[in-house]
């Protein structure tokens, strides 16, 4: 599987919008991306995923970028409950349930 | 919508006693669980793949003796720390793969603490 790249924290202000980066330079074509978040000492919660489209659904978005090398995850109005580790992972598809987490974002969304 | 059910969330024993954590899939089928071990302040480490009616399949440096896995049911697998010690004291996670919708669900989450 294609290895991400995040940065390791980010603060953003509640009520804004949160954009998420992700590298994945060495995606396959039959890759997808994949987010979950961890809040603290839960399990993970999926968020979105997507191939080469963007995405949208009821808790952010997802923008890949056409060469599909880098994509952003777009909270979009961030709030307190948001604070938590996000995780991007690419995956085969989606019958590789297998997950191979990276260090991942601590994002802390401030009042 | 589907939930994984892991029991107990928190768990603290003495050294040298094992610890039995479950992991059900409350309405799918599970062919194929997970199970994650978590460090304070680390990312999810995968341990092994918990299959249906079959040995699990572990995870470089993973000890298999140490970590028995049981997958008898569709809906259940089972975690089992043998003569836990304290460096065994982490929060573990399983997953379960809902193959038919193409989903894949988690666990809140089990917290050993090894004294």
């Known amino acids: 599987d294609a290895k991400t790249t995040q940065p390791p924290s980010m603060d953003c202000a509640e009520g804004r919008a949160a954009n998420l980066p992700c590298n994945h330079s060495t995606i396959s074509g039959n890759e997808y991306v994949y987010w979950y978040r961890q809040i603290h000492s839960q399990g993970p919660q999926y968020i979105i995923h997507?191939?080469?489209n963007n995405e949208t659904n009821e808790m952010a978005s997802l923008i890949i970028t056409e060469d599909r090398k880098s994509s952003t995850l777009i909270l979009p109005h961030a709030t307190l409950r948001d604070t938590a580790v996000y995780y991007c992972i690419v995956r085969v598809g989606v019958n590789d349930y297998k997950l191979s987490f990276g260090a991942g974002t601590t994002v802390t969304v401030r009042a | 919508g589907a939930v994984v059910s892991q029991h107990p969330s928190w768990v603290i024993c003495k050294s040298g006693t094992s610890v039995k954590i479950e992991c059900r899939s409350l309405?799918?089928?599970?062919?194929?669980m997970f199970w994650y071990r978590q460090f304070p302040k680390q990312s999810l480490m995968l341990m092994a793949t918990s299959n249906e009616g079959s040995k699990a399949t572990y995870e470089q440096g993973v000890e298999k003796d140490k970590f028995l896995i049981n997958h008898a049911s569709l809906t259940l697998s089972t975690l089992t720390v043998t003569s836990a010690h304290p460096e065994d004291s982490s929060f573990y996670i399983c997953?379960?793969?809902?193959?038919?919708?193409?989903?894949?669900?988690f666990g809140s989450g089990t917290q050993l603490s090894v004294l």
């Open positions: 997507g191939l080469k």
């Open positions: 309405d799918f089928q599970a062919t194929t």
């Open positions: 997953s379960a793969a809902d193959a038919y919708n193409e989903k894949l669900f």
